[in-house]
C-alpha cells in the first residue's frame, strides 16, 4: 500500500499486488456505519499486475478498505481488508463544508468544489465530510472536469495573469 503515491492527493492511496492468475479487483473504503451508502469503491480490469486507486480515504483516522478479488466469470475468489491511516485535513479546511438536508441525496457519491477563493480543490459525500483534496494550488479558475473520471488542471505557477492574459497557458490531465 502506498499512501498518498504522487503527493498531490493526500487522500488516497494505491494498492499494489501481481496475483498468479488473472483477476479483476474492487476496491471499498467502508464509510461511516451511521450513513446508509456512505461507501466509496473503485474496480480494475482483469489481469495480473494490478495498481488499485484507493479513493475516498476519511482525514485524520484509520480507514476500512476492503480489497475483493474477482475471476474471470465474475466470482469472488478471495479478498482482504487493509487498514489505512491518513493524517488531519490543513487547518484552513477545516469546517468548510456545512450540511442542509434540502431534498433528495445526490446522484453524486462527491461534490467537487474548485476555482475561485477555493485554497485546494476538494470533493465531500452527502454527510460533509471532504474525502478528497488536492495539496497544490491551482489558478483561480479551477479545475475542468472531462471524460472518464479526469479533469484539466491549470497551473498556477506558469505566468502573472494580466488583464489581457486571464488565463494561464499551462494545463495539466490528472
Known amino acids: 500500500?502506498?499512501?498518498?503515491?504522487?503527493?498531490?492527493?493526500?487522500?488516497?492511496?494505491?494498492?499494489?499486488?501481481?496475483?498468479?492468475?488473472?483477476?479483476?479487483?474492487?476496491?471499498?473504503?467502508?464509510?461511516?456505519?451511521?450513513?446508509?451508502?456512505?461507501?466509496?469503491?473503485?474496480?480494475?480490469?482483469?489481469?495480473?499486475?494490478?495498481?488499485?486507486?484507493?479513493?475516498?480515504l476519511y482525514s485524520g483516522t484509520t480507514n476500512e478498505v476492503l480489497?475483493?478479488?474477482?475471476?474471470?466469470?465474475?466470482?469472488?475468489?478471495?479478498?482482504?481488508?487493509?487498514?489505512?491511516?491518513?493524517?488531519?485535513?490543513?487547518?484552513?479546511?477545516?469546517?468548510?463544508?456545512?450540511?442542509?438536508?434540502?431534498?433528495e441525496d445526490t446522484a453524486l457519491p462527491l461534490v467537487l468544489v474548485t476555482g475561485q477563493s477555493t485554497a485546494h480543490s476538494f470533493a465531500f459525500d452527502k454527510s460533509g465530510e471532504i474525502r478528497w483534496y488536492l495539496s497544490d494550488t491551482s489558478g483561480s479558475y479551477g479545475e475542468f472536469p472531462i471524460s472518464g473520471g479526469k479533469f484539466m488542471y491549470l497551473d498556477r505557477d506558469t505566468m502573472i495573469p494580466t488583464y489581457e492574459k486571464p488565463h494561464t497557458p499551462k494545463m495539466y490531465e490528472m
Do not use: C
Open 1 to 56: 500500500v502506498v499512501q498518498h503515491p504522487y503527493q498531490t492527493s493526500p487522500l488516497t492511496a494505491l494498492v499494489l499486488f501481481n496475483p498468479k492468475k488473472k483477476v479483476s479487483v474492487k476496491s471499498t473504503v467502508k464509510g461511516q456505519e451511521s450513513l446508509e451508502n456512505s461507501d466509496f469503491s473503485g474496480e480494475t480490469e482483469l489481469g495480473t499486475e494490478h495498481r488499485v486507486p484507493v479513493l475516498g
Open 67 to 103: 480489497i475483493e478479488l474477482f475471476n474471470k466469470d465474475g466470482k469472488q475468489v478471495g479478498e482482504r481488508t487493509l487498514e489505512i491511516q491518513t493524517d488531519p485535513l490543513p487547518e484552513k479546511m477545516e469546517g468548510l463544508v456545512d450540511v442542509y438536508q434540502s431534498g
